[in-house]
């Protein structure tokens, strides 16, 4: 049985940061690549960031480049997302995502899903 389950999540101001971390249960994690996915209200949702198998490779939206930062520890089956200069349009329920290839900013190209946690930016 896979689980991804996000946590971290919250109200957070524009100068502040946060950081999101999802544990996965995938078997073995290091063969998935990992993804990032958001849902504002009333859009649809969208590609945030995603990692490869190690770690080694990343890939952004241009709306988040240079703010948040993706990453991963395969140790503890862990995949985080590190928010800076967090803006109110940054607002939405935020996603982790396992796919098997790299890089994928699809939804349909991802196999697992978290069922999200809400990251509030107040200005």
């Keep these: 049985q896979v689980q991804l389950v996000e946590s971290g999540g919250g109200l957070v101001q524009v100068g502040g ?3 999101l971390s999802c544990t996965a249960s995938l078997r073995p994690f290091r063969s998935y690549a990992m993804g990032w996915f958001r849902q504002a209200p009333g859009k649809e949702r969208e590609f945030v960031a995603a990692i490869s198998w190690t770690g080694s490779g990343t890939y952004y939206t241009d709306r988040v480049k240079r703010r948040f930062t993706i990453s991963r520890d395969n ?3 862990m995949v985080y997302l590190q ?3 967090p ?3 940054d607002t939405a329920v935020y996603y982790c995502a396992a796919s098997r290839d790299f890089p994928l900013a699809g939804i349909k190209e991802y196999e ?3 069922q999200g946690t809400q990251v ?3 200005s």
């Design 17 to 19: 940061s946060l950081r």
């Design 75 to 77: 140790a503890k089956n």
């Design 83 to 85: 928010m800076t200069s």
């Design 87 to 89: 803006k109110p349009e």
């Design 112 to 114: 697992y899903w978290g």
């Design 120 to 122: 509030t930016v107040s």
